[in-house]
């Protein structure tokens, strides 16, 4: 195994420990629990409005779709993580170094979501008093911001930010090499009938969804801008209306112009 894939391999291992501790401890009770799933889903529904107007758009809708549900949803990732420590001795000698790269910056995405998320709870739950059978609707954009603040993790947050853009660049790198497209394609039914299909599902979905957007350059600026515009918003105390809903849809809009 040569220095660039036995490093590759080095970090997926360590991302795969990682998330698969933090997978196992959240959905302990069978189940993520409701703290989590009240968060996931509020934090998905203001990604909905901030990118609505890039999800009209055939070519991007599968790869937003793809965020909501498989990077930031409020799901169970136990199974699907399971899956890749189960495979990773098959997927470091099969996979191209590219490949594997691309799951790795994923894998650290949701880690570090993860890890960031288990904060916010933390605040939203025991320090501003949140009421977790109240639903989604409880949670007003103004405590969210005020949870926001208290995590004080300005650095980490502008962090998970540049992980976003970078793992949806490594994925995009990848769907243009059509050998990694057809592999996964190929190995669905072995996968499946090992056991891996969480797994093999995910891949396809980040994949297809990523052919489908034809190039993300645009969206891609509008993440990076977007995102660091309301985490800006949110450490300096601005106003909600600057921030939440569809006021960002001029800032590198979808269409173009």
Not at 121 to 150: C, K, N, S, W
Not at 182 to 198: C, D, Q
Request: proline residues 3%; aromatic residues 8%.
């Amino acid at each position: 195994m040569g220095r660039a894939r036995k490093d590759a391999a080095e970090r997926f291992r360590a991302l795969i420990e990682r998330t698969s501790e933090m997978t196992r401890h959240e959905a302990a009770g069978g189940d993520i629990s409701a703290e989590h799933a009240l968060l996931a889903t509020w934090q998905c529904e203001r990604l909905g409005q901030t990118y609505a107007d890039f999800h009209k758009q055939k070519r991007y809708r599968a790869a937003l779709d793809f965020f909501l549900t498989d990077i930031y949803g409020p799901s169970d990732f136990s199974q699907r993580d399971q899956d890749i420590a189960r495979v990773y001795p098959i997927m470091v000698k099969t996979l191209t170094v590219a490949a594997i790269d691309s799951l790795t910056q994923a894998l650290e995405l949701h880690a570090v979501s993860m890890a960031l998320d288990h904060e916010l709870i933390d605040v939203l739950f025991h320090r501003l008093g949140l009421d977790v059978a109240a639903g989604p609707a409880a949670l007003t954009p103004q405590m969210y911001a005020e949870a926001y603040r208290l995590c004080d993790n300005y650095d980490r947050r502008l962090q998970q930010i540049d992980l976003a853009v970078e793992a949806a660049s490594i994925l995009e790198s990848a769907v243009r090499k059509k050998m990694i497209y057809l592999t996964v394609k190929i190995a669905r039914r072995p996968a499946r009938a090992a056991g891996f299909g969480e797994l093999q599902s995910f891949l396809e979905r980040g994949l297809a969804a990523f052919t489908k957007m034809k190039g993300s350059h645009r969206f891609l600026d509008a993440l990076a801008a977007r995102e660091r515009h309301i985490l800006d918003a949110l450490f300096d105390d601005a106003p909600v209306d600057t921030w939440y809903g569809d006021i960002l849809h001029s800032l590198v809009p979808a269409d173009g112009s």
